[in-house]
């Protein structure tokens, strides 16, 4: 059992840093949030036009890392012999596990981020990493992520399962003040015109789209397009099954 971070800055796979931690899970994740937290994470200080006072952003607030990589010790399953894997690039950091969410969170719930369940996978394990305050513990895990993101000006996490939840992915967009200069500026009309094209047809969930686009993953250009078609309204959210797809309003 283990915990691996890769650290990507470029698809081709250039300058690529693998970190491995293994040991005690409490150790594992101790270590792999401390090298999170001193070389990846960021922070910026903005000016605010409607404040008087300037505010501290960052690439990603720790506080919701540190629930999701929690959340992924706490959660997976000690018999399936695979790795957690943050997998971290200019655009986002995704934190891979297994399995995906307890059958008793509905696909509603997870469409609606109402991460709550009656049931606790690896309670004992729980209650050790509660002891040593890791985790809160009581279903408080998403609404603290939920918090620190919004508080941050990021957006929502996404999350991909397969149809039979065998493992989730819950992936967090960088905010965009961190996106390279070429990338924060996804305006262009040739750009906006390849997502209609893409969603001309059928319905798609942002990762989807994302393929589609010819992309491994989501990109932040995408994510900030697609967030400013659908507030200008060319672009419309539906829930279908546990995901939010997008689509083309008719």
Do not use: C, W
């Not at 809160?136 to 508080?151: F, I, K, M, S």
């Not at 942002?206 to 992309?215: D, H, T």
């Amino acid at each position: 059992m283990r915990i691996e971070v890769v650290d990507i800055p470029d698809p081709t796979g250039t300058n690529m840093v693998e970190k491995v931690f293994t040991g005690p899970i409490q150790r594992q994740l101790k270590d792999a949030l401390a090298y999170i937290k001193n070389y990846i994470l960021k922070e910026a200080i903005v000016k605010d036009a409607n404040k008087a006072e300037s505010v501290k952003i960052y690439n990603y607030p720790y506080a919701a890392v540190e629930e999701l990589l929690s959340n992924a010790v706490y959660h997976r399953s000690y018999q399936i012999n695979e790795p957690i894997t943050v997998r971290i690039t200019p655009q986002s950091i995704s934190i891979t596990s297994f399995p995906g969410f307890d059958r008793s969170i509905t696909d509603k719930k997870i469409s609606e981020y109402d991460i709550t369940s009656p049931i606790y996978r690896n309670r004992r394990i729980g209650d050790f990493l509660k002891e040593l305050h890791l985790i809160e513990g009581r279903n408080t895990g998403y609404p603290t992520v939920l918090n620190a993101l919004r508080d941050n000006g990021s957006a929502y996490p996404e999350f991909e399962m397969d149809d039979g939840r065998n493992y989730l992915t819950v992936t967090l967009s960088v905010h965009p003040y961190f996106l390279p200069e070429k990338e924060n500026k996804p305006k262009d009309l040739e750009y906006r015109q390849r997502n209609i094209n893409a969603l001309s047809n059928k319905k798609m969930s942002l990762n989807e789209l994302a393929k589609a686009m010819g992309y491994k993953g989501i990109t932040a250009k995408l994510s900030l397009t697609v967030d400013n078609m659908i507030k200008s309204g060319a672009i419309e959210k539906v829930v279908v099954g546990a995901y939010v797809k997008l689509h083309i309003p008719k």
